[in-house]
Structure formats: C-alpha cells, structure tokens
C-alpha cells in the first residue's frame, strides 16, 4: 500500500527559505504512470495545487507561486522536496504531498491526487 | 478567489440525497475530467469521485459524480452522520497549465 509521508521546519521566519521533504513508501517514485505533486491549505481555508514533478525532473508550477517554488525528485531516496521561498505570513499552511495521476487523453486532460500524505503545518512568523 | 465555484455550504437528513454543485468554464470543467475530494475534519483529503464519475475502490455507492458543458455535480444519496465533511471539486486549467481546486463546500447533516 503506498504511503506518502511529509517531514521539515515546523515553523519557518519571514523572507526565508520554506523546505520540505516527501518520502514514498510502498512503491517506487520512478514509475512511468505518475506526478508526484504538492498542495497546501491555509487555516481554515481552501486547497492550492502547489506544483508536481515527474521522476524525470519535469515539473509543473502553480503560475501564482512559480516564481518562488522550486521542486527536486530523488529517486535514490524514493523523495520528492519543495522548496518556497522568500516567505510571509500568506504562506502559514500544512502541505500535504500526493502522488498525481496525470494524462491527456483525446485533448482531454486526466488528473487526480491519490493517496495524499497526512499534510504538516508550516508556521511563517519570527 | 478560486477558479472553480461552489457553493460554501450543503446540508441535510440522514436518509436524504444531497448534490453539490462545482462551476468552472471552457479551459477546466468544459476541456477536462472533474474529480472530487472528501476532507473529513483534521484529516488530509480523500479521492472521492474521478475522471467526472468514477469510484475508487472502496468509496460506496452512494457517491456519484456527473459532468455538463462547464459544471460538474457531486450527488450523495442515503445520507449519512459520517458524510459530514468538506467537499472540494478539482480539475486541470489549459490557461493556467495547471490544477485547480474549487473553494470548498461545508456539508452539514442535520
């Protein structure tokens, strides 16, 4: 059964740098038929699609956070990362990692997220 | 402001069915499949409906999904104390090249 499990900083100063690991169990990230994505929830609020990679390196960003955001894959360690940068309060969010389902098919895309990692919160404040 | 609109709230009986409805337009709903996620309070999102209308293994029945034009709707029959959640629709946007989630519907049995 394949398990995703978030770990990093739990609390993050502004301007710096956000980063965080996802560790894949149960399966191998190198597979040929997935993404492998990150999405976060600001208390209390609703879902934001961060970005996704593939086991290659090829990524997809949200435009909104493009600038900032960078993610690495490390098939060695079945690990995918995120890293967000430059900070602030707007950033206060648990990130969850998910496996990402994702094909174009007759011009039509085909994406989902399944499983999803627990999710962490990560606190922007000094 | 999300790109796909639902309504922030739902509620129902036991017993009762109860739909759910996602609005998007011609580069998300229109272009692509819709899936739906369950979000039980304090855990992580759930697969509940994908590619517009299938189940993953182990979701009952009782959860449907359907798709039209640029709308797309998740319909909960038999209603139950345990379906109480948050309900979030999603899809790929051509514009943005990228996923998209709709904002969130609080769903309220009664």
């Known amino acids: 059964q394949l398990q995703l499990q978030e770990s990093g900083p739990g609390l993050v100063k502004p301007s710096e740098t956000l980063s965080l690991t996802c560790t894949v169990s149960?399966?191998?990230?190198?597979?040929?038929?997935?993404?492998w994505g990150w999405i976060r929830q600001p208390p209390g609020k609703g879902l934001e699609w961060i970005g996704s990679?593939?086991?290659?390196?090829?990524?997809y960003y949200n435009p909104s956070l493009k600038s900032r955001v960078t993610i690495s894959v490390d098939t060695s360690k079945n690990q995918f990362s995120l890293k967000l940068s430059s900070v602030t309060a707007a950033d206060t969010a648990v990130y969850y990692c998910?496996?990402?389902?994702?094909?174009?098919?007759?011009?039509?895309?085909?994406?989902?997220?399944?499983?999803w990692g627990q999710g962490t919160l990560v606190t922007v404040s000094s | 402001q999300s790109v796909l609109t639902q309504p922030p709230s739902a509620s129902g009986t036991p017993g009762q069915r109860v739909t759910i409805s996602c609005s998007g337009s011609?580069?998300?709903?229109?272009?692509?499949?819709v899936n739906w996620y369950q979000q039980l309070p304090g855990t992580a999102p759930k697969l509940l409906i994908y590619?517009?209308?299938q189940r993953p293994s182990g979701v009952p029945d009782r959860f449907s999904g359907s798709k039209s034009g640029t709308s797309a709707s998740l319909a909960i029959s038999g209603l139950q104390s345990e379906d109480e959640a948050d309900y979030y629709c999603?899809?790929?946007?051509?514009?943005?090249?990228?996923?998209?989630f709709g904002g969130g519907t609080k769903l309220t049995v009664l």
């Open positions: 998910a496996r990402q389902s994702l094909r174009k098919i007759s011009s039509s895309w085909y994406n989902w997220f399944d499983p």
């Open positions: 149960g399966g191998s990230i190198s597979s040929s038929s997935y993404y």
């Open positions: 990679i593939y086991y290659s390196g090829s990524t």
């Open positions: 011609s580069s998300n709903i229109g272009s692509n499949t």
């Open positions: 590619s517009n209308n």
């Open positions: 999603a899809a790929w946007d051509d514009s943005l090249n990228g996923g998209v």
